[in-house]
């Protein structure tokens, strides 16, 4: 029997959609510490919308450093792009199970969304290598 000699990689080469993987990749464990923090401790479901916030944000702080470091130029034109669509999956996610529509908080949100993705790719692009 030979022995295999290279094993073939799958990489993502899309920033966009690398960029997408790794910020829901993040959000699905961001909500999984928060429900588990819910869970343990006495916090309330109140301050809630600002922990989603926070995991929003951070994930697509990652999303876009992926993406950026990935395109290699222009990382606030792709991180920017990426927390757009983000932004887009959730509103549609939302709008469709939850018939939440167009409102304050959520422009609010896509600003926030589109900053952190956007400062993510710039971040990203400086420390390619």
Known sequence: MNPIK?????????????GLVYSLSMMT????????FLLLTSTQESSLHTLTTIIHAASLFIG?????????????YHGGFVGFVYFILI???????FDAGLNLQSLQLLCILFAA?????????????
């Not at 990935?70 to 990382?75: E, L, M, T, V, Y």
């Not at 956007?118 to 290598?129: E, P, Y």
Request: aromatic share 10%; charged share 10%.
């Open 29 to 36: 464990i961001g909500t999984i510490l928060t429900s588990l």
């Open 64 to 76: 876009g450093w992926v993406a950026g470091k990935r395109a290699g130029s222009r990382g606030w």
């Open 6 to 18: 290279t094993v073939s990689q799958v990489r993502i080469t899309s920033p966009l959609f690398s």
């Open 117 to 129: 993705g956007a400062l993510g790719g710039i971040l990203g692009v400086n420390t390619r290598k």
């Open 91 to 97: 509103f549609v996610v939302g709008f469709l199970a």
